[in-house]
């Protein structure tokens, strides 16, 4: 006896529509939840010649969880933490675990996520396929920097402990291998320690883009969380004004007597739900202007030592859920692009484009990337990443995306597949020299082609 | 796969040499396109499209298709979707005969019928079923104002074309849900090769023009498109117009 749904039950397919975050480009596949391992291996081999996907909560973007006419495995049912090693941190959960459980769970203990994307509402599953980054990748890494061993469902039904050391080759193909290499089961992630569930959180306004970079600049050895809003329409003499906010979690002498008790209380849960009947043209330049403009004035000059919720600094987003329908129904999509230091002068020029075409990003975020993993198609490498959110509808979006791709290109930066609804195939192999390399090792452990999506496809990434 | 902002990357036409469906091609194959298969009778005339495109930068491949022959259809058309998904196809063979010689030469009429609309039935069909094994995709099929009420003056072509715009909505409704879009597509007159020495009809327009409605109706999900658009209210008119003077009509 299993304590599991036994064996010969096996959960029906549902032939649904999917699409990613940004509500883009749906496609039809059968769709399965196992609720077990053993039922994960069952419904591999019950696939179609259209191959399998792993899904997560579906929070990539664009199309790297849909598998048109094929099945796609909603791993979000496993979703148990199968041990826990409270000394060190180390903890082993199954793929569907999200990485809002795992807070919700382990800061009690003393314990947060090494890494975490702007939202908490990831699995494991999702943050090793795109091997996601966050605010502290300068001081961290990215999510499989701390990923010590993973489980994986190979394309032959086997399952193989792979850790960065027996397995490299496979290890880092599947770190950001956008679920292509097979399935992740469970993984074994280290945790970072705190002492306190709150954030000292330092915010600086700054006037221009020169003002910020320069500061960001100088910050990346003094905090471990480092992030800066920009405002993108913003003109002229205020191009590329933000907020730079900068954190550490507090230790225990930072907080005031009366917090000292409970030190790491956390409490997790959203709170409004944007209806699904926004007829499409809610963001745009007028109203994202006004935003910003409040956004902006809204921040304090200077101000030092703010302590802020985990929620409150991390994952501001995930106080709306389903966000994303504030963009009706044509969607939206994200564009997220590295550039490398010492290619200042591109950012600023990406900057001004954006602003030019009063293009309305809602979320345009700067981050400074540390040096990058041994993935083969992780995203991070050294220097600036911006990140914009834009609605499908903008005027004139195709051919400012396709300048900026130019831009991105000429000056050795890439995009993001994570967040890639819409790039060029012929550019991915410019942006990610190891391509080539991926496909191999792919071809190797899946000859076939079981692993695939609509983003391997339209991408031509296996 | 189509792009997050509708723009496809695989295009399959079928009656290659159609000259709507070429500059189409054109255009999309300007924005992301770059998989083109022209399906039609082998001819040099195929060829040198395929070869304009490629000069474009699109890889093309032709395929021998001939839509009076049904029982070839699904072979054909499952050839080239087992070698790549598709997102866009184009149903867009079509003959207009010569109504006046027609009237006298039933076989010759018949066979008007047999291309547009019998040749568009087993395309159709096929077509819908491949799109729906990768569950996404558009099918636009080119039908004519001349569908939406019979003129004495081209009623062989004309009724043709109606029962393919009937079956093609018919087809729109039973996919919905499925992943698959079909979209009918009613171009008033359009100077072509087919109409030439032809007057101009009420309204005439290009190829270009029809190619420009095909890839925004594509790119917005429509299930009609007229070109020019206000044909559509031309033709809601003239739908209601009462046979005896509807007659009469120089039209
Ligand atoms: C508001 C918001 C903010 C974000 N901020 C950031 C950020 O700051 N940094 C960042 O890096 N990303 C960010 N993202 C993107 C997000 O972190 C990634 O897209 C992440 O992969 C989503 O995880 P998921 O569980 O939803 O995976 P999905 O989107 O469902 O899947 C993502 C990929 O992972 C694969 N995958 C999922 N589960 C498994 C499995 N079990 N085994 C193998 N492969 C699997 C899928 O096949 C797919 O290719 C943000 C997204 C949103 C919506």
């Not at chain 1, 509402?121 to 701390?146: E, L, R, W």
């Not at chain 1, 954190?247 to 849960?269: C, H, I, T, V, Y």
Request: charged share 25%; hydrophobic share 40%; aromatic share 6%.
């Amino acid at each position: 006896m299993s304590d599991g749904p036994s064996a010969d039950f096996f959960p029906a397919a549902r032939r649904t529509a999917l699409h990613g975050w940004g509500r883009t480009a749906p496609t039809v596949a059968d769709v399965v939840t196992p609720m077990t391992r053993e039922q994960v291996v069952g419904a591999l081999r019950r696939r179609s010649e259209r191959g399998v996907i792993a899904r997560g909560l579906g929070r990539s973007y664009g199309d790297p969880a849909q598998n048109g006419g094929g099945l796609v495995l909603d791993m979000t049912a496993l979703n148990r933490v199968l041990d826990a090693d409270l000394e060190q941190g180390i903890v082993t959960a199954e793929a569907g675990v999200s990485l809002d459980r795992l807070i919700e769970l382990f800061v009690p203990f003393g314990f947060f996520v090494p890494v975490t994307p702007g939202t908490r509402q990831v699995t494991v599953g999702g943050a090793i396929g795109a091997d996601v980054h966050g605010k502290n990748h300068h001081a961290d890494g990215s999510f499989c920097d701390h990923v010590l061993s993973m489980d994986l469902l190979l394309a032959d039904g086997t399952v193989r402990t792979v850790t960065p050391e027996d397995d490299p080759e496979l290890f880092w193909a599947t770190a950001g291998g956008m679920g292509l290499t097979g399935i992740v089961l469970s993984a074994v992630i280290r945790m970072t320690p705190i002492e306190t569930s709150l954030v000292s959180v330092d915010t600086d306004r700054t006037k221009d883009l020169d003002e910020i970079m320069a500061l960001m600049a100088e910050t990346d050895e003094k905090y471990r969380y480092t992030v800066a809003w920009l405002d993108c329409l913003a003109k002229g003499r205020n191009l590329g004004r933000s907020v730079l906010t900068c954190g550490e979690f507090a230790r225990l002498d930072d907080l005031p007597a009366r917090k000292r008790a409970k030190p790491l209380r956390f409490k997790s849960g959203s709170l409004v739900t944007v209806p699904d009947v926004i007829p499409g043209r809610l963001p745009n330049k007028f109203t994202m202007g006004l935003f910003n403009e409040m956004w902006y004035r809204k921040a304090p000059q200077h101000k030092v030592g703010q302590l802020q919720s985990i929620s409150a600094f991390f994952h501001p987003l995930d106080a709306i859920q389903e966000w994303n329908r504030a963009y009706g129904k044509t969607g939206f999509l994200q564009y997220q692009f590295v550039m490398p230091f010492e290619r200042e002068e591109a950012l600023r020029k990406a900057v001004e484009k954006i602003s030019a075409a009063g293009a309305p990003s809602s979320l345009t975020v700067l981050k400074r990337f540390g040096p990058g993993n041994r993935g083969y198609l992780s995203f991070p490498k050294p220097g600036w990443t911006l990140t914009l959110d834009f609605p499908t509808n903008t005027p004139g979006l195709a051919r400012l995306l396709h300048e900026l791709d130019e831009l991105v290109l000429s000056n050795d930066g890439r995009l993001y597949l994570a967040k890639d609804s819409r790039m060029d195939p012929a550019d991915m192999g410019r942006m990610y020299p190891r391509l080539e390399e991926f496909r191999t090792l792919r071809a190797k452990v899946d000859p076939d082609g079981v692993f695939v999506s609509d983003q391997a496809r339209r991408l031509g990434l296996a | 796969m189509k792009d997050a902002l509708g723009a496809p990357q695989s295009l399959l036409i079928l009656g290659g040499t159609s000259e709507i469906a070429l500059h189409t091609a054109r255009k999309m194959v300007d924005e992301r396109v770059r998989r083109v298969v022209l399906a039609g009778r082998p001819s040099e005339a195929l060829d040198r499209a395929a070869e304009g495109l490629r000069r474009q930068g699109a890889n093309v491949e032709v395929v021998a298709f001939d839509a009076a022959e049904p029982e070839t259809h699904e072979k054909t058309i499952d050839g080239v979707f087992a070698d790549g998904d598709i997102d866009v196809v184009l149903l867009a063979f079509g003959v207009l005969g010569d109504q006046e010689s027609d009237e006298q030469d039933p076989v010759a009429a018949a066979k008007v019928a047999q291309v547009n609309y019998v040749g568009g039935v087993s395309a159709g069909l096929a077509t819908v079923k491949a799109l729906r094994r990768q569950g996404h995709g558009s099918l636009a099929v080119i039908s004519s104002v001349a569908a939406e009420r019979a003129r004495k003056a081209n009623f062989i072509y004309g009724s043709s074309k109606a029962g393919l715009d009937a079956f093609a909505q018919g087809l729109a409704d039973k996919v919905h849900g499925t992943g698959v879009h079909v979209m009918v597509v009613r171009p008033g007159f359009v100077k072509t090769k087919m109409t030439e020495g032809m007057p101009d009809g009420p309204m005439a327009t290009t190829p270009d023009v029809v190619a420009d409605g095909i890839v925004k109706g594509l790119r917005k999900g429509s299930t009609t498109v007229w070109v020019p658009g206000q044909l559509r209210y031309v033709f809601s008119v003239l739908r209601h117009v009462p046979r005896p003077i509807f007659r009469k009509l120089p039209i």
